[in-house]
């Protein structure tokens, strides 16, 4: 099981106090990326050009592969799951069934610990997309 959750701390500096997230960030800069990345989403027109935003994925030519996954013999294809459901390997399927203007969050899943959940399925890297209120069509 995933769990995914958001670590504050409060450190005190003259009288002010800063939020930090447990990866270092404030919530001021955490709100300003979520702008950018909504501005960002607005611009885009197809799930490819979404995932093309996000570091660490290769997207070309239609397929999607996440940075550091390489085989010479088997499909380097990461498995899409949307909204917890099993969407398989290919990029065209999901583009089809996923409006981009209502991805909420993308999670890319790289580690074993993190894709074991997935099995087999999940062996070159998971990419998860969350929709807002459950929004695929």
Known sequence: MVLS??????????????????????????QIQEKKTRRAVEEVNSLEDYLRRIPGLIVSSGTVRIRGYNSSFLSNQ?????DGVRMGNELARVSGLVDV???????????VSETA?????????????????????
């Open 5 to 30: 959750f958001t670590l504050s701390l409060v450190a005190c500096s003259g009288g002010h106090s800063l939020s930090k997230t447990q990866d270092g960030r404030s919530a001021q800069e955490e």
């Open 78 to 82: 990461p498995l899409f799951v949307v």
């Open 101 to 111: 203007k209502q991805i909420e969050r993308v999670r890319i899943l790289k580690e």
């Open 117 to 137: 959940l997935y099995g087999l399925g999940g062996s070159h890297g998971v990419i998860v997309i969350e929709m807002r209120k459950g929004g695929a069509h």
